[in-house]
């Protein structure tokens, strides 16, 4: 869901049409917006998932923090997937905040972003997150 979000704002709202994701389309332009993990390996697909529970910083102004009540929180993940890092100030900049972040990356260092929001101004609950939050809920 969050992939398809951002893939989603960024053609609506900054008009690049042909974003995509490089997990529905194998001839993708290079920086373009969902990226396979650098870490993943596509020749060998067993075992390269990012899989089980991550820690994901939530922003204290954020509406994920008050629904969790709390700045770090861990949830469950299973994708190869991410945000690619280099389009996330353009798409900041254009109103989409990444307000959950990690940085667990062991090969390359990047931040991973975790989860997205739009401002309440713009709408009144917009939440979007890389991780299933069903596995943890009551």
Do not use: C, W
Request: glycine letters at 8%.
């Amino acid at each position: 869901g969050m992939q398809a979000a951002v893939i989603e704002y960024r053609r609506s709202v900054l008009g690049k049409v042909n974003s995509h994701s490089a997990e529905f389309k194998d001839d993708l332009v290079v920086g373009d917006v969902i990226i396979f993990m650098p870490e993943g390996d596509k020749e060998r697909m067993g075992g390269t998932m990012r899989l089980g529970a991550r820690e994901t910083v939530l922003k204290k102004d954020s509406l994920a923090y008050r629904l969790y009540g709390s700045s770090s929180i861990m949830e469950r993940h299973r994708h190869r997937y991410e945000v690619n890092p280099s389009m996330v100030e353009e798409l900041e900049s254009a109103g989409l905040k990444f307000v959950g972040r990690n940085m667990d990356s062991e090969t390359t260092g990047d931040e991973r972003m975790e989860v997205i929001e739009l401002g309440e101004d713009i709408h009144p609950y917009f939440v979007a997150a890389q991780f299933h939050p069903e596995f943890m809920s009551r």
